[in-house]
């Protein structure tokens, strides 16, 4: 019988107010016991739904009547069949607008905890299996990945699984990019990170890092010089926004990349931490996405107090509810229909506190959201320390600028003609953030698998 409880299997967590002090993993896992509970909550339904809601195509209820039974691995083994990073995806993926968002469980109570389960499997093949991955058969083709970050990983391992010899190209030191510069520890271990990306290695995946494509080689090098079949572009989006107002240069303002690159990782909230972060007193962080919400909680661990600033309301807050709600049990205040429109400093450039007005919502915009209007006569301040700005972010133009041939949108977005990710030079493949502007990890990865299917057709053919 169906465990028909209206209700998830609760998630394990560290007590808020140990948690606001520490940088380790939030949400602690299912047991096995638990992970069984939750997993009998699924109908197993005939059409599937949350299978189309997933940019990977997980096999869903296949892998999830394994995890009711107890045959964990074979739980395993199905998910690796369509993602290469399971237990990234299981922490990170907004589950609630995708494969659990189509669960019929949903319709009157909760969802079945998919990402949660996910995330079981992946914990426990980790800790429990030690078959190695064996390498494929090479094919004797050769493509290149620029970027190693959630798209150009998912490209990677499908295409390694094909028998190609890939070579991924990191321009930091440290592959995993935005899973691990971008992402805290307390949602995303890093030693998580790690341990899928070597399980790509074992399967024959190169990775070379401080290597920066469009500086240190050319796409058209990669091609002409080091015989690459086919190059497939992942490189993200890195290049913050800001909003342009009075004091945005202060000692004291970050963007978010920047913010939480050197908490992430250069380990800067550690004492013997690789570059420093100022211990701010009172942070204010602007923006509402999971990016603000990252960056409002690695402050709040330092021992600030801090404001999430956003000029909509609660419902507009694009962040995931369990971020929000998170953020809220850890302390951190909600400044929302708020809108900075100065930074103030000191006479030796230090931020001392920020200029708002009060808002409120006009008429829908382009986005189909209220469009927020100031308010006349409604400016105060607030005494902060520290300016996040947590405002979006678009691709960085240095592959443009030296891929001839190579058409972009106006805001810097490779242009890709369907969604295998071919764009307008021969042989070269895009997708993820690069693409779309900043999403979400698994789209990229999606958008990762399109293309090493479709490059794998263009190579090989009727061959294959």
């Not at 004797?140 to 970050?149: D, I, T």
């Not at 920066?212 to 890195?238: P, R």
């Not at 211990?279 to 990252?294: C, E, P, Q, Y």
């Not at 105060?380 to 240095?398: E, Y």
Request: charged share 25%.
């Amino acid at each position: 019988m169906p465990n028909m409880s209206k209700n998830k299997t609760p998630m394990p967590e560290q007590n808020p107010e140990v948690r606001s002090k520490n940088f380790k993993e939030v949400s602690l896992g299912y047991t096995p016991e638990q992970a069984i509970e939750e997993a009998g909550r699924c109908l197993n339904c005939k059409n599937k739904p949350c299978v189309g809601g997933c940019p990977v195509k997980v096999y869903i209820p296949d892998f999830i009547a394994e995890v009711a039974k107890g045959e964990f691995e074979n739980a395993y083994k199905i998910i690796s069949k369509s993602s290469s990073l399971p237990a990234v995806c299981g922490r990170v993926c907004p589950q609630e607008n995708q494969c659990e968002g189509k669960c019929v469980r949903g319709i009157k109570g909760e969802p079945v905890a998919i990402g949660r389960l996910e995330r079981f499997v992946a914990d426990y093949h980790n800790a429990n299996s030690t078959e190695k991955p064996v390498k494929p058969e090479s094919n004797g083709h050769k493509v290149a990945v620029v970027g190693s970050g959630p798209a150009g990983l998912a490209c990677a391992g499908d295409l390694a699984k094909k028998g190609y010899e890939v070579t991924v190209f990191e321009a930091l030191h440290t592959a995993g990019g935005v899973l691990v510069y971008g992402i805290p520890e307390f949602r995303l271990p890093k030693a998580i990170v790690q341990k899928e990306i070597d399980g790509l290695k074992e399967i024959g995946v190169e990775i070379k890092t401080n290597i920066v494509i469009g500086k240190t080689l050319s796409i058209d090098e990669l091609i002409d010089d080091y015989g690459f079949e086919s190059v497939f572009i992942g490189s993200g989006a890195g290049l913050p926004k800001f909003m342009g107002i009075h004091g945005e240069n202060l000692k004291g303002v970050y963007s978010a990349n920047e913010f939480l690159t050197r908490m992430n990782l250069m380990k800067a909230y550690k004492n013997n931490g690789e570059t420093p972060v100022e211990h701010t007193l009172r942070a204010a962080v602007i923006g509402g996405g999971n990016v603000a919400m990252d960056a409002a909680r690695c402050a709040r661990r330092l021992g600030a107090q801090v404001d999430i600033i956003y000029r909509r309301s609660m419902e507009e807050l694009p962040a995931r509810r369990e971020e929000v709600h998170h953020a809220m049990e850890e302390g951190i205040n909600f400044r929302t229909l708020t809108n900075p429109v100065e930074i103030m400093g000191d006479e030796n450039g230090n931020v001392t506190g920020i200029k708002c007005v009060m808002m409120e919502l006009g008429e829908p915009d382009a986005s189909g959201r209220r469009r927020p209007i100031a308010v006349d006569g409604s400016g105060f301040s607030i005494d902060v320390d520290c300016v996040i700005m947590a405002l979006g972010t678009s691709p960085n133009p240095l592959i443009k600028a030296t891929t001839p041939g190579l058409e972009t949108k106006p805001w810097g977005g490779i242009i890709t003609y369907d969604e295998t990710g071919h764009t307008s030079k021969d042989k070269v493949y895009a997708g993820g953030d690069a693409v779309t502007g900043a999403a979400t990890v698994i789209l990229a990865m999606g958008a990762g698998k399109n293309a090493a299917e479709a490059i794998d057709e263009a190579i090989m053919g009727g061959n294959k």
